[in-house]
Structures are given as C-alpha cells and as structure tokens.
C-alpha cells in the first residue's frame, strides 16, 4: 500500500498562485501513476490532472489546462499541483491519489486516496 499526504493549501485571492504537494510513503513512488481531484462544497469530486509512472505523460481537466501544472520527484517521493491564476471556481478540497495501473486508472479508478487540502480562492 501507499499512503498519501496533501499540503499546500490555503485562502489566496484570484489571481494568485498555490503549490499543493502530496507525499507518498509505504511502497515505492515510482510503481504508482499519480493524480489530484478535487470537490467543492455540494459538489462531486471531479478530476483535476493525472502523470504517469515516469513523468511522460499528463492529462488535465478542461477547466485548468493551461494554469495548471502537475509533477513528481521521485527522489523526493513526491508529487506537486503548481496552480497559477485562481479562480473562485477553483474553490475546493484537493486530493491526491494513486493508482498502480497507470493514468487512466488513476483518473477513473484510483485505489489510494489522500485526507484532502483545503484551497480557497476569493474574489
């Protein structure tokens, strides 16, 4: 198993920019394609963005393609969410997620599943 922990989080006004983080821990980073979701109050969780095992390959959501940018560091056991020009419509809890089946898995089916990182964005 893995297990994964958000940070980052934070009120910020529109405009501005957030680094969320999610560390990994228990087996190793590199077997596990990595995602975030995120769900805004009476709302379903929606997905975010997703890389795979090796860093070659990302997917976004509409939404945030193009002021979204998803990482990893291995060597850190770690995967980043670099968010620039907020908007309140980005408003939620995000979660990382993982899953060993690659980036479509995680995005549709992740297994491992982090508490949530509050981002709140005012106007």
């Known amino acids: 198993q893995v297990q994964l922990v958000e940070s980052g989080g934070g009120l910020v006004q529109a405009g501005d920019s957030l680094r969320l983080s999610c560390a990994a821990s228990?087996?190793?980073?590199?077997?596990?394609?990595m995602g975030w979701f995120r769900q805004a109050p009476g709302k379903e969780r929606e997905f975010v963005a997703a890389?795979?095992?090796?860093?070659?390959?990302?997917s976004y959501a509409s939404s945030v393609r193009g002021r979204f940018t998803i990482s990893r560091d291995s060597a850190r056991n770690t995967m980043f969410l670099q968010m620039n020009t907020l908007k309140p419509e980005d408003t939620a809890v995000y979660y990382c997620?993982?899953?060993?089946?690659?980036?479509?898995?995680?995005?549709?089916?992740?297994?491992?599943w982090g508490q949530g990182t509050q981002v709140t964005v005012s106007s």
């Open positions: 997620a993982a899953d060993e089946d690659g980036i479509t898995a995680v995005k549709f089916r992740a297994d491992y």
């Open positions: 228990g087996r190793t980073f590199s077997r596990y394609a």
């Open positions: 890389i795979s095992k090796s860093s070659g390959q990302t």
